[in-house]
């Protein structure tokens, strides 16, 4: 069973930066891919980016593209997001998740397998 932990959640002034964690608990972990979703209030939850966890290929949301930066580390069993020049849209509980196979798209939430308990991030104007 993997259990994964997100961190780095916060208030933030727009503009602002935060780095967010996503630690996996097993004692092998070699997902397909990792993923960062988020969802607003009243909003269903949408894609953020992705990562594969073997070669790094990254892909992003339109939305935030340019200003946040996914990335792993293998030997740590934690994925990271990078989140630079801060909106009050990008306001939401960010949740990480693990898609073993990697059969579908990276953005659809169903191809995931796991997910954390999500993070809060709060970006004030």
């Known amino acids: 069973q993997v259990q994964l932990v997100e961190s780095g959640g916060g208030l933030v002034q727009a503009g602002g930066s935060l780095r967010l964690s996503c630690a996996a608990s097993?004692?092998?972990?070699?997902?397909?891919?990792m993923g960062w979703f988020r969802q607003a209030p009243g909003k269903e939850r949408e894609f953020v980016a992705s990562i594969r966890w073997s070669g790094g290929n990254t892909y992003y949301a339109d939305s935030v593209k340019g200003r946040f930066t996914i990335s792993r580390d293998n030997a740590k069993n934690t994925v990271y997001l990078q989140m630079n020049s801060l909106k009050p849209e990008d306001t939401a509980v960010y949740y990480c998740a693990a898609d073993r196979e990697g059969w579908g798209s990276s953005t659809n939430l169903r191809e995931y397998d796991y997910w954390g308990q999500g993070t809060q991030v709060i970006v004030s104007s």
């Open positions: 097993a004692r092998t972990f070699s997902p397909y891919r």
